[in-house]
């Protein structure tokens, strides 16, 4: 089963900017779809962006118009661009494979922690 290492989160001011990596251990080429996931404290992981191995993306409605997910299957990577982020966006950031989230044996690495502050 692939896996997922997440990073680049951190503490940021409200309006900044972070950019999230995933690194995939096996062949991204052979996962259909992976997601951007989070969870806040107190609440369920939530999906916020989506991207397709052919490169159709969708996104949560929070985060419409400011986040962006890109892939490149050559490296092995996907990314999360966060912009205009709020204190809301305060969670762990996690990646996936959407089909096995969905099936339910999914295994989640550790995550990276954004949290948006003044």
């Known amino acids: 089963q692939e896996q997922f290492v997440e990073s680049g989160g951190g503490l940021v001011q409200p309006g900044g900017s972070l950019r999230l990596s995933c690194v995939v251990s096996?062949?991204?080429?052979?996962?259909?779809?992976i997601g951007w996931y989070r969870q806040a404290p107190g609440k369920q992981r939530e999906v916020v962006a989506v991207?397709?191995?052919?490169?159709?993306?969708r996104y949560a409605d929070s985060v419409k118009g400011r986040f962006t997910i890109s892939r490149d299957n050559a490296q092995n990577m996907v990314w999360l661009q966060m912009d205009s982020l709020k204190p809301e966006d305060t969670a762990v950031y996690f990646c996936?494979?959407?089909?096995?989230?969905?099936?339910?044996?999914?295994?989640w690495g550790q995550g990276t922690q954004v949290t948006v502050s003044s």
């Open positions: 996936n494979s959407l089909l096995r989230v969905g099936l339910g044996n999914a295994r």
């Open positions: 096996g062949n991204t080429a052979n996962i259909s779809a």
């Open positions: 991207v397709s191995n052919g490169g159709i993306t």
